[in-house]
């Protein structure tokens, strides 16, 4: 058995059967049918907002012992494979964290020469025949981000970018830190963001990833996005 064997944990035994989310005890004004697997709010912040919530939650679900999986690269390499297929791993790239639970995996990776966060989402919305509303929920600029969120958006702008062999929906945004933390803490914490719907175009899913470069100024570049892109298969 070779070591990247012995690193790989089964799906059935790691991943979560997919469950419907609670949050809170507030129902939003609409629903139709099943929806997003994510109150709304959260899809008004960039990846950083995302990603705590999700780490705290699969500490609280989970538990610390378990919680070292997610920072394994060896076991979580494999799985961002299945979602967005590559022959070898990215040269430059740290993979951060992986996490799957209720239905949604998320990928962080770090570019370790650009200085900039890769995070990948994957919700499986098989069971629900409006996967479109999820993406137009996140791909949405008049989403508002609420008082209570830390870090939120801004200047959202909505465009297309030809990746690959169609044009892929993409949104510019810059994320803001509110209030928590030093001034320096805030500046690491906003910046810059791109944002890219990927998802192929006979899955019932929703798969995109997002671009951001802590304490930027300057928009992230349509040349960087479409380098990242092309390690990986797109249809």
Same mark, same amino acid.
């Given at each position: ?33 099943? *929806? @997003? !697997? %994510?109150? #709304?709010? &959260?899809?008004?912040? =960039?990846? *950083? @907002? !995302? %990603?705590? #919530?999700? &780490?705290?939650?699969? =500490? ?176």
């Amino acid at each position: 058995m070779t070591e990247e064997e012995e690193h790989v944990i089964p799906d059935e035994v790691e991943r979560l059967p997919d469950t419907e989310l609670e949050w809170g005890g507030e129902e939003p004004v609409s629903k139709k049918k099943r *929806g @997003c !697997l %994510l109150p #709304t709010w &959260l899809w008004a912040c =960039g990846g *950083g @907002c !995302l %990603l705590l #919530t999700l &780490l705290i939650g699969a =500490g609280l679900f989970w538990g610390v012992g378990q919680v070292k999986n997610l920072v394994d690269p060896e076991v979580q390499w494999p799985r961002l494979q299945k979602v967005l297929p590559f022959d070898e791993r990215p040269e430059g790239m740290q993979m951060i964290t992986g996490m799957q639970m209720f239905g949604m995996e998320n990928y962080t990776l770090m570019d370790l020469e650009r200085g900039l966060q890769i995070s990948v989402y994957y919700f499986d919305d098989s069971d629900s025949s409006d996967a479109d509303d999820s993406r137009w929920t996140f791909f949405d600029p008049e989403q508002e981000t609420t008082s209570a969120s830390m870090i939120g958006r801004a200047n959202e702008e909505l465009g297309m970018l030809r990746i690959g062999s169609r044009d892929r929906k993409v949104m510019r945004f810059t994320q803001e830190n509110f209030s928590f933390g030093s001034e320096e803490m805030k500046k690491q914490a906003s910046g810059p963001c791109i944002a890219v719907d990927v998802t192929p175009e006979d899955s019932p899913g929703f798969l995109f990833v997002v671009f951001f470069e802590p304490g930027g100024e300057l928009e992230i570049p349509d040349d960087y996005v479409l380098s990242f892109f092309e390690d990986f298969f797109l249809d």
